[in-house]
């Protein structure tokens, strides 16, 4: 498996690039800004981009997906209970002091047990509610690797203040999806860096007690 992780944006937002090193057809997750350097990446490993799969709907994660579907033909595909989240870019770019960065179109709902398919590569879609409502981690079983977009950190979870927020939603969400994955995963959340099921199963403050 080809897997870049290139933090983009003011909020340093992780986009992952992953692709099959045989096929070189590729899944682009979070691409929130600086869309340059993510096609260069897809350039350097000679990637064609099957999906853009957006994590959910906040600016930070959605902003450069219409530049990329523009430069790859890939579509873009969102959870639907964001739909509504994703109207409003425009009030969070406000939120933020950014730019808005325009309408962004979705081609495919991506719903729980959804599976995401680039050459070899499969992604199990896991509905994640909580940060907002149409929040997903994709799960490459074979790699042990979860894309957890803003659901889990390493030693922290999704702040749930912003509007379609639900910290027990979120707790939820983790205890009954995220934690029913094996120890070994590899956890790519994002923002900031990697952990692992089993170390924040143990030491993550949000997760004892229950
Ligand atoms: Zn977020």
């Known amino acids: 498996m080809i897997h870049e992780i290139l933090p983009v944006g003011p909020l340093q937002c992780n986009c992952s690039v992953v692709g099959d090193e045989s096929t070189h057809e590729a899944i682009v997750i979070d691409p929130g800004d ?64 950014m730019p808005a960065p325009g309408k962004v179109e979705i081609d495919q709902n991506l719903g729980q047990a959804d599976t995401v398919k680039a050459g070899s590569l499969s992604a199990q879609v896991l509905h994640t509610p909580g940060h907002t409502e149409g929040s997903i981690c994709l799960y490459f079983p074979a790699e042990h690797k979860l894309i957890a977009g803003d659901t889990l950190f390493a030693g922290s979870i999704g702040r749930t203040d912003l509007p379609g927020g639900s910290y027990e939603k979120i707790l ?27 170390e924040e199963r143990e030491s993550n403050p949000f997760l004892q007690n229950r």
Not at 64 to 79: E, V
Not at 173 to 193: F, M, N, Y
């Open 34 to 97: 600086e869309i340059d350097q993510i096609l260069a990446l897809i350039r350097k490993h000679h990637l064609q981009v099957k999906q853009i799969v957006i994590t959910h709907a906040h600016i930070d994660h959605v902003g450069g997906a219409m530049k990329l579907r523009a430069a790859t033909g890939a579509p873009i595909l969102l959870n639907q209970n964001d739909y509504a989240l994703l109207k409003m870019l425009d009030v969070q770019a406000g939120w933020l002091g």
């Open 172 to 198: 939820h969400s983790i205890h009954d999806r995220v934690l029913a994955l094996p120890d070994e995963t590899i956890v790519i959340p994002g923002h900031g860096p990697l952990t692992t099921i089993g």
